[in-house]
C-alpha cells in the first residue's frame, strides 16, 4: 500500500494563499485533493491525472485553486489563492494505484488516502 502524507496547512487570513504538499511513498496514478469542513461530508476539490494532462475542479475553486506534481518526487501540490473563510476544512490527498482511463472525482474510487492537513481562513 502507498503512504500519502500532506502538509503545508495552516491558519491564514481571506485572501492569502498556501500551498499543500503530498508525498507519496510509491507509484500514484490519479491523483485527487479532497477536504472535509466540520460537520459536512467530504468532497471533492481537485484531481489529476499522471501526467498532469488532465485535471479537474470543483465549481467552488476553479480559477483559484491549482493541481500540479512532480512524478520524479511522487509529490501533488494544491496552490491555493484568494483563500475565503469557506475553504477552511480539513484537506486530504488521494491515490489511484492502478492506471484508468478517467480521473475520477468520486472518494470511495481512490484507495489511498493521506491523513489530512489542516487549512484555516480568518476572515
Known amino acids: 500500500q502507498v503512504q500519502l502524507v500532506e502538509s503545508g496547512g495552516g491558519l491564514v487570513q481571506a485572501g492569502d494563499s498556501l500551498r499543500l504538499s503530498c508525498a507519496a511513498s510509491g507509484r500514484t496514478y490519479t491523483m485527487g485533493w479532497f477536504r472535509q469542513a466540520p460537520g459536512k461530508e467530504r468532497t471533492f476539490v481537485a484531481a489529476?491525472?499522471?501526467?498532469?494532462?488532465?485535471?479537474y475542479y470543483a465549481d467552488s475553486v476553479r480559477g483559484r485553486f491549482a493541481i500540479s506534481r512532480d512524478n520524479a518526487k511522487n509529490t501533488v501540490y494544491l496552490q491555493m489563492n484568494s483563500l475565503k473563510p469557506e475553504d477552511t476544512a480539513i484537506y486530504y490527498c488521494?491515490?489511484?494505484?492502478?492506471?484508468?482511463?478517467?480521473?475520477?472525482?468520486?472518494?470511495?474510487?481512490?484507495?489511498?488516502w493521506g491523513q489530512g492537513t489542516q487549512v484555516t481562513v480568518s476572515s
Open positions: 488521494a491515490a489511484q494505484l492502478q492506471p484508468t482511463l478517467h480521473v475520477t472525482i468520486r472518494p470511495h474510487e481512490y484507495p489511498s
Open positions: 489529476s491525472s499522471r501526467n498532469g494532462g488532465n485535471t
